[in-house]
């Protein structure tokens, strides 16, 4: 999945692209970005550079257009070759520190600039609350996971995101509230899992699952119906607004809240509640993005939507429910990238 940049997004976004294209005109030994092309090109419509076995540039040209892939950053810049003078001037200004980009802004500073301005405090004018579960337990079986953590987070009056912390002691409150609640309930695989799991925890009905099912915005549902893809929130959040997990696996946090249990150290449980809580903000500024942008790149398509395609595909669950809070880390035998 890729961010495509225009040529004003180059400029005005904070991205590293340009600094990346660099090192591969450097490696071909090319000054000028049209030598560049002509070099690279000699050896395929299609061009690959590695380091340590990850790719580090793709350089695609697709008949009438050109298509610069940067995986680190998760950019691509596509143009018509009759526009490559313009690209060129973009980078040679770039190179010469012509124009500085010292106010050009992150997407997570302008999504969250216009989340102060009111823009995203509501969906279609509904309030909305967002939340991540943490649990133990066999990831294929939700009746099976232990509840462990939550966070919770929903915009204030004052425009600004309020963050709430619930644990098994007031778990049943924080359902009850999710029930009562009148609009939208977002996840990232909420609707499979997290749901599920927390009626299970308490014991109480079927039924209570399908009423927070009905009115739940599950992200990773949305990704499933637009592309057709499994994928992990730490892989979309990262790649739409370059923030990842704080720990390398749900596991790891699960660790180390069972050395918690045995040593009662507090700073093993605040790590893992920052990673839960990071977990939810991962899942808002998705959210944000994909309210924002209204679409999204992946495997060189372009997938549109509207607010009302994302609240139908939201909503609908997928075929084959995936039992895991954290899909990036689970075992690899679905199809997620």
Not at 116 to 141: A, L, M, R, S
Not at 150 to 173: F, G, H
Not at 316 to 323: L, R, S, V, Y
Request: charged residues 25%; neutral net charge; proline residues 3%.
């Amino acid at each position: 999945m890729y961010k495509r940049f225009s040529f004003d997004d180059l400029q005005n976004i904070k991205n590293n692209f340009f600094q990346h294209f660099e090192r591969v005109t450097q490696r071909e030994r090319c000054i000028h970005v049209k030598d560049f092309c002509k070099t690279v090109f000699k050896q395929g419509p299609s061009v690959y550079y590695y380091f340590k076995w990850s790719p580090q540039f793709v350089c695609h040209d697709q008949d009438s257009d050109y298509s610069f892939i940067d995986p680190v950053d998760s950019i691509e810049v596509v143009f018509p070759k009759e526009q490559l003078p313009q690209f060129s001037q973009l980078f040679k200004t770039y190179l010469t520190k012509h124009k500085k980009r010292d106010n050009s802004q992150t997407i997570q500073q302008i999504l969250m600039e216009q989340f102060t301005q009111w823009v995203f405090n509501t969906i279609n004018g509904k309030p909305y609350i967002v939340y991540d579960i943490e649990t133990d337990g066999d990831v294929f079986d939700v009746t099976q996971q232990k509840f462990i953590m939550a966070y919770a987070a929903q915009p204030t009056e004052n425009n600004k995101m309020q963050y709430e912390y619930i644990d098994t002691s007031n778990l049943k409150d924080f359902i009850q509230r999710l029930l009562d609640f009148d609009w939208y309930i977002v996840g990232f695989n909420s609707i499979s899992f997290d749901n599920p799991v927390i009626i299970h925890n308490i014991k109480w009905s079927q039924d209570m699952i399908n009423i927070l099912n009905k009115k739940s915005l599950d992200i990773f549902t949305f990704l499933y119906h637009s592309t057709g893809k499994k994928i992990g929130l730490n892989k979309v959040s990262s790649a739409l607004v370059g923030v990842g997990k704080t720990l390398e696996s749900w596991l790891e946090g699960v660790n180390l809240y069972k050395q918690y249990l045995k040593t009662g150290d507090q700073k093993l449980l605040e790590t893992f509640k920052a990673y839960c809580k990071n977990d939810v903000k991962m899942t808002i500024l998705t959210l944000l993005y994909l309210i924002h942008y209204k679409k999204i790149h992946i495997e060189s398509q372009e997938v549109e939507f509207s607010i009302n395609d994302l609240i139908q595909k939201w909503c609908t669950p997928i075929g084959e429910e995936i039992k895991s809070d954290d899909i990036d880390n689970k075992p690899q035998n679905q199809s997620i990238f």
